[in-house]
């Protein structure tokens, strides 16, 4: 089983200072099984657990809301960093960082970077080693740089995936990237959105990829869901009710657009994106404003083609298709 560092004085720390009787606790699914190492805090302190069994997949989604209507005093949200969002209840943010060093990993992948200057990136479950990785690449003869973090991360080096600010804070800097993490999503992402090439380095399987931005199968997927989609009439543009995906802004513009463009549009609200719910409208194609990983992701689940807001654009003439733009949340499109 992998191993996370759980913060259980935090834990205590923060239950203590709100002298919580009741706690919500969220988890995302790789968590679940350390339950009854986090439930164990909680029976040690006498506080009353009540867990939130929905899905939870970045700190967009929390269950502040749910907490409260069951009487929780606080709610603790495990594996994510905190991304700034209002909560009705006091919340703590255990990120779950893994303790596990990239050094060997990262030391056997060297021979595949083939340029100097090296922008740094990861996720925030290994975030903590960013600073080693950094001297290790000096010790080598690199340069590496870290990027500011763009508008939803935390730290400097931390990507999301829908948000790689801190890859383009240095873009201009670096030759390429070197990304140490697990999942292959943020890797692309970055690459994508900045148009370097990048060494994914997974810290935890040993293994390494070069992803370079002309990523050509990817591209051909997007560009055959942008032509399925172009020949729709109906269009349902899904907006999520989870605290940090809601872009109402950003969906009634698309609504607009598409109508100017002659088809018919209507704002879906839902809180999980759940195909199953949607295919039963037969709508000829949707635009997702929720989380930018799902038309990825789940691309083969929906019964219609699903775009990324940019992708639409591309659809209507009003941008290109390539350099490919990667689907990221701004302040103006959130409400
Ligand atoms: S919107 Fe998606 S990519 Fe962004 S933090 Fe939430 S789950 Fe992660």
């Known amino acids: 089983m992998l191993k996370y560092y759980l913060e259980e004085k935090s834990v205590r720390r923060f239950l203590k200072r709100y002298e919580a009787k009741r706690v919500a606790v969220q988890l995302p699914s790789g968590l679940r099984p350390k339950l009854p190492e986090i439930l164990r805090v909680f029976e040690e302190m006498g506080v009353e657990p009540v867990i939130i069994g929905e899905s939870c997949y970045g700190g967009c989604d929390l269950g502040d809301a749910e907490a409260r209507r069951m009487g929780c005093d606080v709610l603790i949200h495990y594996g994510h960093a905190d991304m700034g969002l209002k909560t009705c209840l006091p919340t703590l943010y255990v990120e779950a960082r893994m303790p596990v060093d990239p050094a060997d990993a990262i030391e056997s992948a060297l021979p595949q970077l083939d340029f100097k200057r090296v922008g740094l990136i990861t996720t925030v479950q290994h975030i903590s080693y960013l600073h080693d990785v950094a001297e290790l690449l000096r010790m080598h003869g690199f340069e590496p740089f870290i990027g500011k973090p763009g508008r939803r991360a935390k730290y400097p080096g931390q990507l999301l995936g829908c948000d790689f600010g801190c890859a383009r804070s240095v873009s201009s800097l670096v030759e390429g990237f070197l990304y140490f993490g697990t999942g292959e999503f943020h890797p692309l992402g970055a690459a994508l959105a900045t148009g370097k090439k ?3 380095v997974n810290p935890v399987s040993s293994s390494s990829k070069r992803i370079s931005p002309d990523i050509g199968d990817f591209l051909k997927r997007r560009k ?7 020949a729709g009439e109906r269009f349902g543009i899904i907006v999520s009710t989870k605290s940090g995906q809601t872009r109402f802004n950003l969906a009634t513009r698309l609504v607009k657009e598409l109508k100017h ?7 879906l609200v839902m809180n999980e994106v759940r195909p199953e719910e949607l295919n039963d409208f037969e709508f000829d194609a949707l635009v997702c404003t929720a989380c930018p990983r799902i038309p990825f992701d789940d691309a083969g689940r929906f019964g219609c083609p699903v775009l990324t807001p940019p992708e639409t654009k591309v659809m209507l003439g009003k941008s290109k298709f390539e350099p490919y733009e990667m689907d990221e949340f ?6």
């Open 224 to 230: 055959a869901v942008i032509s399925r989609a172009a």
């Open 198 to 200: 990048v060494l994914a």
């Open 261 to 267: 463009a002659g088809r018919t549009a209507s704002i």
């Open 330 to 335: 701004t302040e103006e499109d959130l409400s």
